[in-house]
T-cell receptor, first 113, second 113 residues
Framework: DAGVIQSPRHEVTEMGQEVTLRCKPI?????LFWYRQTMMRGLELLIY????????DSGMPEDRFSAKMPNASFSTLKIQPSEPRDSAVYFC???????????FGPGTRLTVL | GENVEQHPSTLSVQEGDSAVIKCTYS??????FPWYKQELGKGPQLIID?????GEKKDQRIAVTLNKTAKHFSLHITETQPEDSAVYFC????????????FGAGTTVTVRA
């Protein structure tokens, strides 16, 4: 398996623009997680899905953030409008099977100018 | 919610020596404790995990110990090598309910040749 795939790997945008981050989980995994990593706050869970259904979005910072999972092989995290404080590395992770290990993607480094 | 504290934040060791990282958690219901290694520019990678029904687990040069009474767990790396240099994260979750992980702040390990 290719592992968790994220795109783009790097994104530079201007304040106010819409940003869409994409994730393809490992085939067969039924949990998908979106994390944000910053120096100040470390790794924060934003939202996670089980069988394409959002289970816990309590980590989503505000209404500017939204996430969808239209099918088992694709998820998006959207920020609209983006702000400089959204600059961070965003990770997608997936999990499945009885042990529950989470496997992380390579991340998307977002810079909002 | 769960609160995981990790110490030290940085650790420098001579090649061949041992490295120990300690974490404490607050939620007595937590029963799954993974450790992740993150190399520069990459996503966190699971290196070892332990569940509450055991007190110790070992995988080659890496071992993890768990003390449920004291609510702390530790990562031990023996015979450190330069490729062990990375950021290490501990985490905790209630794997019986869901796979939501709470992460520690991370430890930057540097192995001096």
């Amino acid at each position: 398996d290719a592992g968790v795939i994220q795109s783009p790997r790097h994104e530079v945008t201007e304040m106010g623009q819409e940003v869409t981050l994409r994730c393809k989980p490992i085939s067969g995994h039924d949990y998908l997680f979106w994390y944000r990593q910053t120096m100040m706050r470390g790794l924060e869970l934003l939202i996670y899905f089980n069988n394409n259904v959002p289970i816990d979005d309590s980590g989503m910072p505000e209404d500017r953030f939204s996430a969808k999972m239209p099918n088992a092989s694709f998820s998006t995290l959207k920020i609209q409008p983006s702000e400089p404080r959204d600059s961070a590395v965003y990770f997608c992770a997936s999990s499945g099977g009885p042990r529950g290990e989470q496997f992380f993607g390579p991340g998307t480094r977002l810079t909002v100018l | 919610g769960e609160n995981v504290e990790q110490h030290p934040s940085t650790l420098s060791v001579q090649e061949g020596d041992s490295a120990v990282i300690k974490c404490t958690y607050s939620d007595s219901a937590s029963n799954y404790f993974p450790w992740y290694k993150q190399e520069l520019g990459k996503g966190p990678q699971l290196i070892i995990d332990i569940r509450s029904n055991v007190g110790e687990k070992k995988d080659q040069r890496i071992a993890v110990t768990l003390n449920k009474t004291a609510k702390h767990f530790s990562l031990h790396i023996t015979e450190t090598q330069p490729e062990d240099s990375a950021v290490y994260f501990c985490a905790a979750s209630r794997a019986s309910n869901d796979y939501k992980l709470s992460f520690g702040a991370g430890t930057t390990v540097t192995v001096r040749a």
